[in-house]
């Protein structure tokens, strides 16, 4: 019996029906909004799903700019449902042959499936073919993982090895594989740590929770992140670039994504902006507001105690080889390694700060 059935049920009591029904009906309406039902067991599970997609792939990659929708065929576990698809994405819709894709349920029954209560979900996929692509989506699901490791403040992913059937030619011939992963949608998320989404223009430091913002900050530096920022993008209305704002408790939190220009992943197309001065993508550059250093120990405290963990979401990756998890083991690191200097580690933070 579920808990908001066993509080409905003591509140009800022995009392006759006709008296209770009234008070019954509000206090079920109470308890829905006190314990929300979040979507479906899609980010509840962390094995590798085995999905197969049937549609007109030739057509969708030749008119991505367009970002029309495709009626497509997912077959997960045996069963299969109807799903449209999309292009989506930025930089990576005009840089990929293969864009990243939106998959929308909203007209689909998904009751009894994996995919039950969600609606829209974001697909990241290979850039180009070739293993190295293939590779880089496995570096940026990790990215992700990681920082599920360090916050329940993050966005939930899952893997997925995707079989693609492209309907407009000969299907029997034309059947390719790669890997792939979902992100648990930004309403998903605010549910889930019991906020709301900001859709700010612009962010006042003082709203920020400084002490999650500081543990983003240290993040992004430890995976060598500098695509990001507490301005808008260009052309964007609302803040921020890469990260997204919920509010709870009346403080901002700073959920960041979008890794693939990241030192971790090191995408063959990442070059880290002019103005910067880095050679490359891979090395590290401190890009957070200046914070009291307490806020930065604290965050580094909390990503060195998540060390092991941290380095075993490597080594449990697929299709990476033996010599491709050393060297994200060792880019990682090489992190790890500096902020055993604590004092060290900060004053540097301190003078690259932003004020």
């Known amino acids: 019996m579920s808990k908001m059935l066993v509080m409905v049920l003591a509140f009800v009591g022995a009392r006759p029906v ?45 008119k991505k700019e367009k970002r029309e929708e495709w009626p ?27 864009p990243p894709l939106r998959l929308n349920f909203k007209d689909t029954d998904t009751s009894g499936t994996v ?54 030619r000969n299907i029997d011939k034309n059947k390719t594989d790669n890997y792939g992963f979902l ?3 930004v309403d998903q998320l605010s549910r889930r740590i019991g906020g709301t989404r900001s859709g700010l223009p612009a962010i006042s430091l003082k709203s920020l929770n400084h002490e999650q913002a500081a543990l983003v900050y240290v993040y992004q530096y430890l995976i060598g992140n500098t695509d990001w920022s507490l301005v808008a993008a260009e052309g964007a209305e609302n803040c921020c670039h890469n990260i997204e704002l919920i509010e709870v408790e009346s403080k901002q939190l700073l959920v960041p994504y979008d890794f693939d220009l990241a030192g971790i992943v090191n995408a063959s197309y990442a070059k880290p902006d002019a103005s910067l001065r880095l050679r490359s993508v891979r090395q590290r550059l401190y890009r957070g507001f200046c914070t009291d250093s307490e806020n930065l120990r604290g965050a580094l405290k909390n990503i060195s105690s998540r060390q092991q963990d941290i380095l075993e979401e490597i080594s449990g990756l697929p299709l990476l080889t033996e010599k491709d998890k050393a060297k994200l083991t060792d880019y990682l690191l090489v992190y790890f390694t500096k902020a055993e200097n604590e004092a060290d580690i900060i004053k540097s933070f301190e003078k690259s700060c932003h004020p």
């Open 183 to 185: 992100i648990e949608p």
């Open 18 to 62: 006709r008296q209770v029904l009234v008070q019954h009906l509000l206090v079920f309406c109470t308890l829905a909004t006190a314990f929300p039902l979040y979507a479906g067991p899609l980010f509840e599970n962390l094995e590798p799903l085995e999905i197969e997609l049937t549609g007109p792939l030739t057509s969708l990659i030749k």
């Open 72 to 98: 497509f065929r997912i077959r997960v576990n045996g069963k299969s449902q109807a799903v449209n698809i999309r292009a989506r994405g930025k930089s990576r819709l005009r840089l990929c042959k293969f």
């Open 115 to 168: 995919f039950e209560g969600e609606e829209k979900l974001k697909l990241v996929t290979h850039c180009r073919k070739g293993d190295r692509f293939s590779k880089n989506v496995l570096k940026e699901y990790v990215a992700y993982r990681i920082f599920n490791l360090l916050s329940d403040n993050s966005f939930r992913v899952r893997l997925v090895h995707i079989t693609y059937i492209d309907s407009d």
